[in-house]
């Protein structure tokens, strides 16, 4: 048991948190939901970052970090599943990756060349041509689309399928962690300088107690997420996106809450984080199906002992 | 990163479960029932004169104090396979989780040489006389005084809600030498000693947990202090940051889980709502779990206690509650004549949010050391 980066994985973690430092800012005329990070995504794929889950010397762990720390940015790109998932599948696709789910629309639909096709238990793959996909407006802060043609789809093995949803839900879990202390920290600023009754927001305790107790669900997801994404069990990967799926409900109402009126505008950056977290409640089946991968996976002949 | 064990820890881990199985009696589960309890507190003198014999009450502690120079990992998973047994040690667990350390570091050596012997042989039993009925919370506003008496002091006051005091032979305790939280000292103080009276209270978490302590002219050497007048803040602070992760009940609250898992399959009621509440409580365990193991790795590289531990701690209060709430929605039976370890879970687990200071006194430390915000104006 050991919590320290290696080298290698600190410098990669180090570059990565360099190059997102450059893409923190919002534009100033910036008032819509979706900010999409084209620039940043150039430069993930020139330096080959979508492949380091494959190095031997990074592996998903650090991978699962570089996707905790780019979703913290406010631009959203198509990073979790291409670093996360794509690694696990045997053969080279082309990246980026969607998740389409009985049929409604999803993240990155409209820009992805590849589509993982989640029905029931079986997964599959489809390479869709501009004419299947369509952009869709929406609330949720990352572009959406949806399926409009007839897609090929070749369906994954079964143990391919189910080795695809563990490291579906590892992506999920990572991908929330980032983003839950993304809004925290905004929210975190935002009860610094805000002043009311003559005092700074943060300084009252209701406020303070919730936020104390956002932070502890925030942490429990990152760690869950980082271990699901070293062990990569299938266990492991459903506790963390049911705890990051649960922790997200209540943090994204109370970082709102926080912010009252002013977070409900489009001129706060509130919303990027937490209507992203919104588009990842109900993935991969939301609570309900993460509840029942944890039963089937953690309950079923297990002991409650660590080994 | 890495979240395996290595071989070692796995060899530790089996000799204490080996010791376990070897020394837990049939009846272990019915005697878990009151943790301070006569019954139980006879049996874990015997049981950690065992463990002692063994070299497993305090492998973390110095060769000199009869350890095994072991580090953090030793300590967190002997407490980890303790605790999941339903905590056979009873109240024993503070000496070895910091009772004893914190006599090491400030005891003088007559303290040392008189305390901490029968600690390592498993023969004592301490209780810690920290709250009062007017300072719980708000420790610093202690009453209870110890005056200038002769050579030593002159103690009086009242202590409540001291765990193990009907059955303790030595306090930790605090009392006023001075006005302000300055004014604090420790006092290491014989349970025999004229003019203490111990009376028990009923409570919901067992036989002889809880109990009111009074102290009428209680005469104590000057030697009886530890550490410097004034410096109880300093190294309680110290000593209960040690004690915040040092109980892992998320231990027993994952086996007791599982095992109401297993009650409802087994009956047939593993129903959508089970599964689903279970689940959730699952996870929560299992942050905690890595909320601890971080703290502990910081431990082990020497780092000193942060913010962490609070929210360590408020972590686990989450997931002792989602287990309890669990239980009681879903195995109302354990509540009710039903397994006697699960019904023992359900009364410590109350205690998670209040006992070693109230979660709501960590959740103001991590809104103003781990997030920075703004103090609340006094």
């Keep these: 048991m050991d919590f320290t980066l290696t080298s290698d994985q600190a410098a990669l973690t180090g570059a990565i948190d360099r190059m997102a430092t450059q893409f923190e800012s919002i534009p100033t005329e910036f008032d819509g939901f979706v900010l999409e990070g084209r620039e940043l995504e150039q430069e993930l794929e020139n330096g080959q970052y979508f492949d380091i889950a494959a190095i031997p010397e990074m592996g998903p762990i650090a991978a699962a970090l570089a996707v905790e720390r780019l979703a913290r940015l406010p631009c959203a790109v198509e990073v979790a599943l291409s670093m996360l998932v794509r690694p696990q599948l045997d053969i080279e696709l082309p990246r980026p990756f969607a998740l389409v789910e009985a049929g409604r629309p999803g993240r990155f639909v409209a820009s992805a060349r590849t589509l993982l096709i989640v029905a029931d238990d079986s997964i599959g793959i489809a390479h869709p041509s501009p004419d299947d996909v369509e952009a869709v407006e929406s609330l949720y802060a990352y572009p959406m689309g949806k399926v409009t043609g007839a897609l090929s789809i070749r369906a994954l093995p079964a143990e391919d399928a189910a080795r695809v949803r563990t490291w579906l839900r590892v992506a999920c879990a990572a991908e929330i962690a980032g983003l839950l202390q993304a809004a925290i920290d905004v929210t975190v600023e935002h009860l610094s300088v805000r002043k009311q009754f003559g005092r700074p927001l943060g300084s009252f305790q209701a406020l303070r107690h919730r936020m104390a107790e956002c932070a502890v669900l925030a942490g429990g997801v990152r760690r869950l997420a980082l271990k699901a994404a070293w062990t990569g069990d299938a266990g492991d990967a459903a506790l963390a996106a049911l705890h990051a799926q649960e922790s997200a409900t209540r943090v994204i109402y109370d970082v709102h809450q926080m912010f009252g009126a002013m977070g409900m505008t489009l001129e706060m950056s509130l919303h990027l984080w937490t209507y992203r977290m919104k588009a990842l409640l109900s993935e991969l089946g939301g609570r309900g199906a993460q509840a029942a991968a944890v039963a089937q996976y953690c309950f079923d002949n297990k002991p409650a002992r660590i080994d | ?378």
Excluded at chain 2, 89 to 95: A, D, S, V
Aim: charged share 20%; net charge negative.
């Design chain 2, 1 to 378: 990163m890495d979240f395996d064990w290595d071989e070692e820890q796995r060899s530790f881990r089996a000799e204490v479960r080996t010791f376990l199985d070897a020394n837990l009696p049939d009846n272990w589960e019915e005697l878990a029932h009151g943790p301070g309890s006569a019954a139980q507190t006879t049996f874990s003198k015997q049981f950690c004169g065992a463990l002692a014999e063994a070299g497993l009450l305090v492998p973390h502690w110095p060769s000199e104090w009869g350890g095994r120079d072991a580090d953090p990992w030793t300590s967190f998973i002997l407490a980890e396979e303790m605790w999941a047994a339903g905590e056979p040690r009873g109240g024993q667990y503070m000496n070895v989780n910091w009772i004893g350390p914190t006599l090491m570091r400030f005891g003088t050596q007559e303290q040392q040489a008189r305390y901490i012997p029968p600690m390592a042989r498993g023969e004592t039993l301490w209780c810690q006389g920290f709250s009062e009925p007017e300072a719980g919370s708000d420790l610093a506003s202690l009453r209870t005084r110890a005056d200038r008496h002769g050579d030593g002091y002159r103690i009086n006051g009242q202590k409540i809600w001291t765990s193990y005091a009907g059955a303790a032979d030595t306090c930790f305790l605090l009392a006023r030498t001075a006005q302000g939280k300055g004014g604090i000292s420790i006092f290491l103080l014989p349970m025999d000693t004229p003019g203490i009276t111990v009376r028990q209270i009923p409570s919901i978490i067992g036989e002889g947990d809880i109990h009111e302590v009074f102290f009428d002219d209680v005469e104590v050497p000057e030697g009886a202090r530890l550490g410097e007048e004034g410096q109880a803040w300093d190294i309680v602070r110290l000593s209960l940051s040690l004690e915040r992760v040092g109980i892992p009940r998320f231990a027993l609250a994952s086996r007791m889980l599982h095992r109401a898992v297993d009650v409802l399959k087994k009956a047939g009621r593993f129903d959508a709502g089970a599964i689903q509440q279970s689940a959730k409580a699952h996870a929560a365990c299992e942050a905690t779990r890595l909320y601890s193991y971080n703290i502990i790795d910081q431990r082990c590289q020497g780092q000193p206690p942060g913010p962490e531990a609070s929210a360590a701690r408020f972590a686990t209060v989450n997931a002792e509650r989602l287990v309890a709430e669990f239980v009681v929605e879903h195995v109302p039976e354990a509540l009710a004549g039903g397994d006697a370890l699960l019904l023992a879970h359900h009364q410590r687990a109350i205690v998670a949010g209040i006992a070693s200071g109230a979660a709501e006194i960590q959740l103001n430390l991590i809104a103003t050391e781990l997030l920075q915000l703004p103090r609340e104006p006094r």
